[in-house]
């Protein structure tokens, strides 16, 4: 059975940090391009990088350039999100997603482009 279980949310002050994981069991993650998403309440799910499969060029919205970086470890089968900075505007719900081998040029930021996506995992940026 193929599954992505996200992991690493949580409670947060601002200015701190966090690194989300993306685990996958029953497929080998490292031959699919992985994207990490997040919605937060009453706002449209938004994209935020992309890291390819096998050429592991990376993308990233202009929300997360600078603060947030992905990555991945093949010998694991996961990817990573790390954050820093965080702000309040960062609580939501986050979550990765795949099935492209690439990530598209233009387009990798479409829910659309992906089939199999994770439970999503809750962080919240909170004095």
């Known amino acids: 059975q193929l599954q992505l279980v996200e992991s690493g949310g949580g409670l947060v002050q601002p200015g701190g940090f966090l690194r989300l994981s993306c685990a996958a069991s029953?497929?080998?993650?490292?031959?699919?391009?992985v994207a990490w998403f997040r919605q937060a309440p009453g706002k449209e799910r938004e994209g935020l990088s992309c890291i390819g499969g096998a050429d592991g060029f990376t993308y990233y919205s202009e929300s997360a350039k600078g603060r947030f970086l992905t990555s991945r470890n093949r010998a694991k089968n996961t990817v990573y999100l790390q954050m820093i900075n965080l702000e309040p505007e960062d609580t939501a719900v986050y979550s990765c997603?795949?099935?492209?081998?690439?990530?598209?040029?233009?387009?990798?930021?479409?829910?659309?482009?992906?089939?199999?996506w994770g439970q999503g995992t809750q962080v919240t940026v909170s004095s």
């Open positions: 997603a795949t099935g492209p081998a690439y990530c598209l040029g233009r387009g990798w930021y479409e829910p659309n482009e992906y089939n199999y």
């Open positions: 029953g497929f080998t993650l490292n031959t699919y391009a």
